[in-house]
């Protein structure tokens, strides 16, 4: 089993940066795709990024590409957000999640492409 914990979110005006992180404990997840979802209230979990456990392939939602960055640091066990130029319509409570079931360039954009989840981070990002 893998357990998941995400962090850094927080309260921040519009045009500026947060980091979340991604950690993960009980199993490394060196050989895993890790992605990042959003889920405003009332609104399906959306995609945000994703990327390859090899680090080679990286996928992001075409609101985000451009400002927002995936990452990943295996020695850590941590995936990372990095997220700049914040709009309001970036406010969503952020979830990571990571699957062991695609090779080493392979990802999933797709929530019932992760089999395993974090309880979020609320990004909130003021006008």
Do not use: H
Not at 92 to 97: D, K
């Amino acid at each position: 089993q893998v357990q998941l914990v995400e962090s850094g979110g927080g309260l921040v005006e519009a045009g500026a940066s947060l980091r979340l992180a991604c950690a993960a404990s009980g199993r490394t997840v060196s050989r895993s795709a890790m992605g990042w979802f959003r889920q405003a209230p009332g609104k399906e979990r959306d995609f945000v990024a994703a990327i390859s456990w090899s680090g080679g392939s990286t996928s992001y939602a075409d609101s985000v590409r451009g400002r927002f960055t995936i990452s990943r640091d295996n020695a850590k066990n941590t995936a990372y957000l990095q997220m700049n130029s914040l709009k309001p319509e970036d406010t969503a409570v952020y979830y990571c999640a990571a699957d062991f079931r695609w090779s080493s360039w392979e990802i999933g954009e797709r929530p019932k492409d992760y089999d395993y989840w974090g309880q979020g981070t609320q990004v909130t990002v003021s006008s």
